[in-house]
């Protein structure tokens, strides 16, 4: 395209690239706050969900635990192969990873509180 070819642009004919060189700094800051903002917003909303999804997971294998009928519901295990060192085991690791992802859920809640107003 030649120089002869460029017409100048009127306001109501100007494109995005036209506009987005124009644009004030204040502009650029309040829409590169705004893309941060929102971002991070749904990167804890998510955040929050999988915390939640996790303990319900947890919760729910550690009930499935007292559940000794390894085959059907008519079978039961056998006294002598119940390992009651290993189950005492899990079932304690179960309820330390439940707390501490219960702490931690409660800590992202209070920040998404604090940093976006509330859910």
Known sequence: MSEEDA?????????????SLK????????????AIAEDTQLVYKR???DLEL???KMKREQENMLDLSPTNAQSLILASDFDCVQYA???IDLGIKIRNTEITLEIAKKRYDYLFGGS
């Open 7 to 19: 017409t100048p642009l009127s306001p109501e004919t100007v494109g995005a690239f036209i506009h």
């Open 23 to 34: 644009r004030n700094n204040k502009q650029i800051r309040d829409d590169r706050a705004t």
């Open 47 to 49: 955040k929050i969900e």
């Open 54 to 56: 996790s303990i319900k």
């Open 89 to 91: 085991e899990k079932d």
